[in-house]
């Protein structure tokens, strides 16, 4: 019955995501994995040692420097002043949606899309008062750009990042553009097309949009948060020119999210208030998420199915079947991390 605690624990976990609501308790995704990893030390189906060993670094620290960095952005309003920048330029509904899908997809394969959804949720409501445009047409633009656009890029969302990290790709930077820009640029296309079909009196609207500046809140923040936003393309640039140059340097991704925040660190005046509100509940989640699965494969349960299973889940349709299907009912990070370990066992290969 031991070895089935941590399965038990990882179904009710992945039910509670998937509803997400008790009667009237409402449960954060974070809340039910930190209860999952708590359940699985306190029943002792995981050492503390183990469960220690088992967060990988790596990630928790790439977060917490890529989360200094947004914070700082938002806080200082050099994100709204770059958005602005960008959006400026639409004359009409259906050039502001076409910057939306292109500006906030780009952006979320460099600074997480988490980050962009959070700053652009506001910017978008912003966008539909200011312009009398439908907020759902807007937000709705938004989250197809950052979930799309952020599939481009191995810092581009949480899953790409264990993958990247934990999967041990080649070359990363290199490797996702490679294989997703094409099916990226489509999916764009396509989120476009069906925008056009569900909203098409605002987006044949001839009617010019009229912007105003966003001033920057503070200005010492703004320009510290520039020179890591600099920094941090600068390395990625190091990164695949030393891969393409010189193979045997690698410049670590954590490397390369702590040198694009030391400004903000070393730098500002407002690091403790930063530091406050930074998204601690993703790290959190996170913590509790490598507890939990290092448990259930310490079980032991899943291996004997995996190597007499008649099916190929190392083959590529299988993945894609079953990415598809489990992430429409739980979070796809879990089911990265769930899944990684076991095209591991299988003994599959990294492509890059």
């Known amino acids: 019955m031991g070895t089935l605690i941590p399965l038990v624990v990882l179904v009710i976990v992945f039910l509670l995501i998937a509803i ?20 699985v030390l306190a029943t002792g189906s995981i050492a503390p040692l183990d469960a220690l060993a088992s967060i990988n670094l ?24 770059l958005s602005f920048r960008l959006f400026s330029r639409a004359g009409s509904v259906r050039h502001l949606v076409v910057l939306i899908l292109i500006g906030a997809g780009v952006l979320s394969a460099l600074l997480m899309n988490d980050t962009l959804a ?27 750009a950052v979930t799309t656009g952020s599939v481009l890029s191995p810092i581009g969302n949480p899953q790409n990042l264990l993958i990247a990290l934990s999967g041990d790709v080649a070359n990363p930077f290199i490797t996702f553009p490679l294989y997703l820009a094409v099916p990226t640029a489509i999916s764009l296309l396509l989120a476009y097309a069906f925008l056009r079909r569900a909203f098409p009196d605002e987006l044949n609207s001839t009617v010019p949009l009229v912007h105003r500046e966003e001033a920057i809140c503070d200005p010492a923040l703004a320009a510290l948060s520039r020179l890591s936003l600099i920094l941090l393309v600068l390395m990625i640039a190091a990164r695949v020119a030393a891969v393409m140059l010189v193979p045997g340097i690698d410049i670590p991704l954590t490397w390369i999210a702590a040198a694009a925040a030391v400004p903000i660190l070393a730098g500002s005046g407002r690091r403790f208030e930063i530091l406050r509100r930074i998204d601690w509940p993703t790290l959190a989640f996170f913590a509790a998420l490598f507890v939990l699965m290092a448990s259930v494969w310490q079980s032991g349960f899943f291996q004997p199915f995996i190597e007499g299973s008649s099916l190929d889940l190392a083959a590529v349709p299988v993945i894609v079947a079953t990415g598809v299907v489990a ?17 591991s066992h299988l003994g599959t290969s990294t492509v890059g």
């Open 327 to 343: 992430s429409q009912f739980i979070s796809n990070v879990p089911f990265v991390a769930l899944f990684l370990p076991v095209l």
């Open 20 to 39: 997400r609501k008790i009667g009237n308790t409402d449960f954060r995704i974070w809340q039910v994995m930190l209860l999952g990893a708590a359940a």
């Open 118 to 144: 959070v700053v652009g949720t506001p910017l978008m409501l912003y966008f539909a008062r200011r312009h009398g445009i439908s907020s759902k047409l807007l937000l709705l633009a938004l989250a197809f």
């Open 58 to 81: 790596d990630v928790m620290l790439f977060l917490f420097f890529m989360f200094v960095i947004g914070e700082a952005l938002a806080s200082s309003g050099y994100l709204y002043h």
